[in-house]
């Protein structure tokens, strides 16, 4: 099994530019999360999808992040326009649904940095 | 609502030391524990799991027991490696509600000298 995919593993952009991150989950997995990791913040999560479907979003920071799953093997996280404090490592992460006992499953991230 | 609770580090052995990493929860009922590890520049991975009370999960000379009495799920190894220089999250699934969404500690670092 490849694991969770993340592209693109590094990005740089300058500040008012949109940035989309892209997530593969491991295939037979409904659940998908995506998180963010700053030194100042630890590990948030910024949202969880079931079956494809938005559950709990609440962990966005703003309108400018925006989070869509249009198929079961596909994610993104959209951040419009970039602001410098959005530099961090974007995570996504899979698992099987339907148990608290089902391990999570984290892709290698996307270190972004925003000038 | 749920919480998870870890030392601070950075924690700073020398090599064949014997680590504790202390974590303790706040959660209704019997939720589901873990041990994550995120090595330099990568995701993290599950170390050990524990999924009811006085299980212990274990992997690599790690070892973490549910002490639901205690609501802890301490992480220990008895002979550290350099190589086990890493970040380690405890973390919690809850056991009902529907919805199995995590809470992750804030981390705790892990640094081991030759």
């Known amino acids: 099994d490849a694991g969770v995919i993340q592209s693109p593993r590094h990005e740089v952009t300058e500040m008012g530019q949109e940035v989309t991150l892209r997530c593969k989950p491991i295939s037979g997995h409904n659940s998908l999360f995506w998180y963010r990791q700053t030194m100042m913040r630890g590990l948030e999560l910024l949202i969880y999808?079931?079956?494809?479907?938005?559950?709990?979003d609440s962990g966005m920071p703003e309108d400018r992040f925006s989070a869509k799953m249009p198929n079961a093997s596909f994610s993104t996280l959209k951040i419009q326009p970039s602001e410098p404090r959005d530099s961090a490592v974007y995570f996504c992460a899979s698992s099987s649904s339907g148990r608290a006992d089902q391990t999570q499953y984290f892709g290698p991230g996307t270190r972004l940095l925003v000038l | 609502g749920n919480s998870v609770t870890q030392m601070e580090g950075p924690v700073t052995l020398s090599e064949e030391a014997f680590l504790t990493i202390n974590c303790t929860y706040t959660?209704?009922?019997?939720?589901?524990l873990f041990w994550y590890v995120q090595y330099p520049g990568e995701g993290l991975q599950l170390l050990l799991k524990a999924t009811k009370a006085d299980d212990k999960g274990s992997n690599k000379g790690f070892e973490a027991t549910y002490r639901k009495e205690t609501t802890s799920f301490h992480l220990e190894k008895g002979s550290v490696q350099v190589s086990d220089s890493a970040v380690y999250f405890c973390a919690l699934t809850p056991a009902s509600g529907g919805s199995y969404i995590p809470t992750f500690g804030r981390g705790t670092s892990l640094i081991v000298h030759p």
């Open positions: 999808f079931n079956n494809n479907v938005p559950i709990d």
């Open positions: 959660a209704t009922g019997y939720p589901s």
